[in-house]
C-alpha cells in the first residue's frame, strides 16, 4: 500500500522560507511511472497545484509560484521536499503530497496534509 | 492557463440521483479526455473517484460515475448517501500547457 506523510513546521513567519518533506512507502520515488508532487489548499478554499517532480530531478512549477519554488528529491530516503520562499499570508494552506501518474489521467496518492500557518 | 467552472454547490435527499458539471472549453475538457474526480471530506485529504472521464479505482462504489459531452465533463452520483456529502472537485489534464494540470473549483454536495 502506498502512503505518502508530509512533516515540516506548522508556522512560518513573513518572508521566511517553508521548508516540508514527504516521506514516500509502498513505491519508489525513483518509479518512471509517476510524478511527485505538491498541491495545496487554502483554509476555505479550493485545491491548487504547486509542482511536481521526475525521478530524473525534472520539474514544473505552476507559473503563479514559479518564481518561489523549489521541489527536490531525495533517494536514498525515498522522499521529496518542498521549499517555498517569501512567505506571505496568502500562502497559509493546508500543505498535500501526492502521487501524480505520468500519463496525467490521477493524482492516486494522497498525504494526510499538514497545516502551515504564515504569522509573526 | 486553463479554467474549469463548477457548481458552488449541489443538494439531494438520500437515495435521489444528483449530477455535477465540470466546464471548461473546447481547447480543453472538449480535447482531452484526462478527467479525474476527487471526494474530500471536511479535515481529510481528496480521494481519487473517477479518471479518464468514466473509470472507477478499485474500491469506488459504482454509485459515481463520469461521463463527458462537449466541453462538460460531469460526475454522477446515484442512490446519495449521507456519506457522500463532500466537496467534490474535477481535475484535467493539458498536454499541450507548460502547466498541464488544473482543479476545478469544487462544488459541495449537501444532502438533505
Known amino acids: 500500500q502506498v502512503q505518502l506523510q508530509e512533516s515540516g513546521p506548522g508556522l512560518v513567519k513573513p518572508s521566511e522560507t517553508l521548508s516540508l518533506t514527504c516521506i514516500v512507502s509502498?513505491?519508489?520515488?525513483?518509479?518512471?511511472?509517476?510524478?511527485w508532487s505538491w498541491i495545496r489548499q487554502p483554509p476555505g478554499k479550493g485545491l491548487e497545484w504547486i509542482g511536481y517532480?521526475?525521478?530524473?530531478?525534472?520539474?514544473n512549477y505552476h507559473p503563479s509560484l514559479e518564481s518561489r519554488v523549489t521541489i527536490s528529491l531525495e533517494t536514498s530516503k525515498n522522499q521529496f521536499s518542498l521549499r517555498l520562499r517569501s512567505m506571505t499570508a496568502a500562502d497559509t494552506a493546508i500543505y498535500f503530497c501526492?502521487?501524480?501518474?505520468?500519463?496525467?489521467?490521477?493524482?492516486?496518492?494522497w498525504g494526510q496534509g499538514t497545516l502551515v500557518t504564515v504569522s509573526s | 492557463q486553463s479554467a474549469l467552472t463548477h457548481p458552488a454547490s449541489v443538494s439531494g435527499s438520500p437515495g435521489q440521483s444528483i449530477t455535477i458539471s465540470c466546464t471548461g472549453t473546447?481547447?480543453?475538457?472538449?480535447?482531452?479526455?484526462?478527467v479525474s474526480w476527487y471526494q474530500q471530506h471536511p479535515g481529510k485529504a481528496p480521494r481519487l473517484i473517477i479518471y479518464?472521464?468514466?473509470k472507477r479505482p478499485s474500491g469506488i462504489s459504482d454509485r459515481f460515475s463520469g461521463s463527458k459531452s462537449g466541453n462538460t465533463a460531469s460526475l454522477t452520483i446515484s442512490g446519495l448517501q449521507p456519506e457522500d456529502e463532500a466537496d467534490y472537485y474535477c481535475?484535467?489534464?493539458?498536454?499541450?500547457?507548460?502547466?498541464?494540470?488544473?482543479f476545478g473549483a469544487g462544488t459541495k454536495v449537501t444532502v438533505l
Open positions: 481535475s484535467l489534464y493539458v498536454s499541450s500547457s507548460t502547466f498541464p494540470y488544473v
Open positions: 509502498g513505491d519508489s520515488v525513483s518509479s518512471g511511472s509517476h510524478y
Open positions: 473546447s481547447n480543453d475538457i472538449g480535447r482531452y479526455n484526462l
Open positions: 501526492a502521487r501524480t501518474r505520468r500519463s496525467g489521467d490521477k493524482v492516486d496518492y
Open positions: 479518464e472521464v468514466d
Open positions: 517532480i521526475y525521478f530524473t530531478g525534472n520539474t
